[in-house]
Every structure is written in structure tokens, then in C-alpha cells.
């Protein structure tokens, strides 16, 4: 898939919320550099519709987990991956060494017990194999005011050395980190959020554009290339060195 697709994509398909859009897509052009080799499990799959566009153009993805039962039902509903389950992922009902390659798209800092989610993840993965998963940083937190924060439910932030030290304790080996989403890009992020959770009345202005009478009758391949055009400039390259933001890549090492 051409890589400035996810822009595209994302752009017709959270037209409605286009702060969804910048992160959504800048993390699709940094999935699609990434190999993952089956037997494969994500972390907080959701209802699949922002992983059918993330993980386009991989093989199928073998299992989905996520805490939210609904979510997963809807996961289910779109056969985009071999199986999904509710599942919590600081204590996950897998054999030992199952996987190969685990994934996770920003979820972690949602898990209230994230270092033992990591503890499980290395116990279900195989030796040798991969933890890719992107997280907000200790950078992004000064940007984000309380309500900001609880709205977005982030519980945790940590820094790369931090993580890098919490991967080591549980035998996994950081390989790879990279940072994206650059200031300018979040202060572009944090305006288009304050602008689509305004409530107008009793909803976030961005619920009643999704679902509302006058939704059908909106021109949304307008406002889906005008977030195109807006977001462009901070689309490239995938990653920055201010970023605030990681990518991460971690490998299960041999005993």
C-alpha cells in the first residue's frame, strides 16, 4: 500500500475527528516498515476498525485481545483477525512461549497494571521473538492538562530509559526506539482536540457529526480532504527526534 494512503484513509474514515486522524495515520506509515511474523498477538485490538487500516497489507493477524466486550464482539463481527478474545492483558490465559510476534498500539499506558502486562508478554512470547508497540512518552505529559489526560485515559508515562529497564527485568532486549509526533504536531493534535470534544449541548461535538439527522447530508469527502491537506505537512518523515511519542522493538532473549 502507498504510504501516504494511511493519511487518506484515515482522513475519510475519523473525518469527524480529525486529532484521531494525525496520530492514526502517522502510526500507520510506521506499522507499515514493520514485519510480523505469525504466530502473532495484539494487545488492544478494539473493534478492529482502526487495525484493519493500521496492520493493511499484513498477513492476518492470529489473535485480538481486549478488555472491552463490545469492542470485541465488533472485532469479531469483521474477520479481521484469525480470533479475538476479552481478555486482560496483565493476566492472559496463554501457554508459555505461544507467540512470535506480539503487537500493541497505543494501549499500554491504558493498562492499570502495565508492568505486569509486560511480564506476561515476555512469558507468552517465544525466545527470540518480537514486542513492537508504540506508547506516549514522559515528553507528550507537560502538553496534556488534567482533563486532557483523564479525557484521554492515559495512566501511565514513561521515559525510554524507563522502559528500556522494565523490558530488561523481564528478559526482553530493546533493539529498536524511535520517537514521533513532534511538538508542533501535538499542539496541532491538542487544538483539533479541544475542538472535537466541545460540547455543544449534552455530546463532544465530534459525536454529534458522527451520529446525528444531519450526519447523511454532510459533506464529508469535503472535510476528509481538507484534514488531509491540514495534517500533510506533519504527516513525513514517520519519525522525529523530538518526538513525543515511541516506537519501541523488543526481543525475547534465549535462556
Not at 32 to 49: K, T
Not at 68 to 89: L, T
Request: proline share 6%; glycine share 4%.
Amino acid at each position: 500500500m502507498n504510504k501516504k494512503d494511511y493519511l487518506s484513509l484515515f482522513s475519510w474514515k475519523l473525518w469527524y475527528a480529525p486529532a484521531d486522524v494525525l496520530l492514526r495515520a502517522k502510526e500507520g506509515l510506521i506499522w507499515s516498515d514493520q514485519q510480523i511474523i505469525p504466530p502473532s498477538l495484539d494487545i488492544g485490538c478494539g473493534d478492529a476498525s482502526i487495525s484493519r487500516i493500521l496492520f493493511k497489507g499484513h498477513q492476518p493477524i492470529d489473535l485480538g485481545i481486549d478488555l472491552d466486550k463490545s469492542a470485541i464482539k465488533k472485532a469479531r463481527q469483521s474477520n479481521f483477525y484469525k480470533k479475538v478474545m476479552a481478555v486482560n492483558a496483565a493476566n492472559m490465559p496463554f501457554k508459555n512461549n505461544q507467540f512470535q510476534t506480539v503487537i500493541s498500539n497505543s494501549t499500554f499506558e491504558h493498562i492499570v497494571n502495565d508492568t505486569k502486562a509486560v511480564q506476561q508478554v515476555s512469558r507468552v512470547l517465544k525466545p527470540k521473538g518480537l514486542f513492537i508497540f508504540t506508547v506516549p512518552s514522559t515528553r507528550l505529559q507537560p502538553y496534556f492538562s488534567q482533563p486532557i489526560n483523564r479525557r484521554v485515559s492515559h495512566l501511565h508515562y514513561r521515559s525510554l530509559s524507563d522502559w528500556r529497564q522494565l523490558l530488561k527485568a523481564n528478559g526482553l532486549k530493546l533493539v529498536e526506539a524511535h520517537y514521533y509526533l513532534a511538538p508542533p504536531a501535538v499542539k496541532l493534535w491538542l487544538q483539533l482536540f479541544k475542538l472535537a470534544t466541545f460540547k455543544p449541548y449534552k455530546r463532544e461535538l465530534w459525536s454529534y457529526l458522527q451520529d446525528s439527522f444531519l450526519t447523511p447530508i454532510l459533506p464529508k469527502k469535503i472535510f476528509a480532504s481538507l484534514i488531509n491537506q491540514l495534517l500533510l505537512p506533519h504527516y513525513y518523515p514517520a519519525f522525529n527526534q523530538d518526538g513525543t511519542w515511541l516506537f519501541i522493538k523488543a526481543v525475547k532473549l534465549s535462556k
